[in-house]
């Protein structure tokens, strides 16, 4: 039996995806070297798909979604799925939270993605202290916040639109579930949902840094008790605070590392552009096409992830006619091949994850944003941030390879090339600064622990 005493407990809970469980399983690692015990609790899928491996301080167990053998894929609907999952998680929950009350370290504390607003509840019950973990942005945050509470209204009719701490935005910048009403019914009830209980949580904390988006920050602060605690990267790659924190450690997708690196390290500094667009989307046959042969007329390398599932969209003989000038796999390390010196340049989706990744290592973007939240993540980095580019999307839907060309070209060798390389990295030391011993982040953990921990 556990007889060794921590500071506290924290039972962590995030939606079950992969860009939900990385920043999570990143922050329970930043509260374990603040002295305390963290779980990380996963669906009984992901568990046994992932296999993690519990450690004295970081441990992992299971709630049910209801969906125990396939997940997601064995629901009817988004919908449907949530429903069981909110029926079925909050009881095995409850159950998890029993199993611990008689140790030696009950838990004191559920973090929980908001994609999950019944946790709260659940925290509630049980008297244990509640905080809602944001996996977007403050400003994605705070524009589904205003819709949430009709502070924007929609279908929105006029443009610009002006909210507090945010830049005047187009349509275009909202994120896709306003931009393109009735897209996505599910997830836009879901991502509205997140409000519906976030002012009776005890604090929310958000995937970001204060320098970062200190306006939108500040604006939110007025409505809730908002801690920017990122960025949420292993400590290798920012502070190297954390010992053996060089990698996410829990992966849906497996990949292998040395064929990555080893093609990369034969490459000038700054020649390769690296394509990846997430776990999740998936592109059509022609943008594809259109991607392909943009990167065969570019002239410089190119490592481009294609997942199993998107394979057969290649043009026919891609791989072969490219030779030595471009990799193609299935899998990467993401955060080591940003870190690899031959990278010039990130052709993203804009997930959040992928956007923070090569903010916080120095890497200049060109954004071909799909849905959701990318599409405003596109918007900061162009216009706010400054460290690249979006790619226009004609009417069809398609962004066409010679604007690919040209984007690549523009980040890569452009005029504004070198002052987005300048601005990328002042963000990296930016954020290095934030999560290291006494930075913005670092204090505001401080100050979430201290609220329901008595040192």
Excluded at 231 to 244: A, G, V
């Amino acid at each position: 039996m556990e007889n060794k005493a921590y500071r506290g407990h924290v039972l962590v809970l995030p939606y079950p995806s992969q860009g939900h469980i990385n920043p999570l399983l990143q922050f329970s690692k930043r509260l374990v070297s603040k002295g305390l015990k963290a779980t990380l609790a996963t669906t009984l899928f992901i568990h046994n798909t992932m296999q993690p491996q519990s450690s004295s301080s970081l441990q992992f167990d299971t709630i049910s979604d209801g969906y125990d053998e396939g997940g997601f894929a064995q629901a009817e609907s988004i919908h449907t799925y949530l429903n069981h999952m909110e029926t079925i998680g909050s009881k095995t929950l409850a159950d998890l939270i029993i199993k611990n009350k008689n140790t030696a370290n009950p838990i004191d504390c559920i973090i929980y993605d908001p994609f999950l607003p019944w946790a709260l509840e659940v925290a509630k019950k049980f008297g244990i202290f509640g905080a809602a973990f944001f996996t977007q942005t403050c400003a994605v945050n705070f524009i589904y916040y205003h819709v949430h509470h009709g502070l924007l209204k929609l279908p929105i009719t006029s443009t610009p639109i002006s909210i507090p701490g945010l830049p005047v935005l187009e349509l275009e910048d909202m994120p896709s579930y306003i931009s393109v009403p009735g897209s996505y019914p599910a997830y836009f009830e879901m991502v509205l949902n997140q409000f519906s209980s976030s002012d009776k949580a005890d604090a929310v904390l958000v995937n970001t840094f204060y320098e970062l988006e200190p306006e939108v920050v500040d604006s939110m602060s007025k409505v809730c008790q908002l801690l920017p605690i990122g960025p949420t990267i292993p400590s290798f790659y920012l502070d190297k605070r954390l010992e053996n924190d060089n990698d996410y450690g829990l992966n849906l997708f497996v990949s292998d590392s040395s064929v990555c690196n080893n093609w990369l390290n034969t490459k000038p500094e700054g020649s390769v552009i690296y394509l990846s667009f997430g776990s999740m989307a998936s592109l059509n046959n022609k943008q594809m096409e259109e991607l392909a042969f943009a990167l065969k007329g570019s002239k410089f390398h190119f490592l481009w992830v294609v997942k199993a599932s998107e394979e057969a969209k290649l043009p026919e003989k891609f791989v072969e006619e490219i030779g030595n000038k471009g990799l193609v796999v299935q899998w990467c390390s993401q955060l080591e091949v940003l870190s690899n010196k031959a990278i010039g340049c990130f052709l993203t989706h804009c997930g959040w994850n992928s956007t923070l990744e090569a903010l916080s290592l120095g890497v200049p973007m060109v954004g071909v944003p799909q849905w959701t939240d990318q599409t405003t993540n596109a918007k900061y980095f162009r216009d706010v941030w400054k460290v690249g580019v979006r790619a226009k999307v004609c009417e069809n839907g398609i962004v066409e390879r010679e604007e690919i060309e040209f984007c690549i070209k523009e980040v890569m060798e452009g005029e504004r090339g070198k002052d987005f390389q300048k601005n990328a990295k002042k963000w990296r030391d930016l954020a290095i600064k934030a999560i290291s011993k006494g930075g913005s982040s670092d204090k505001n953990i401080d100050e979430f622990v201290s609220k329901f921990i008595n040192s």
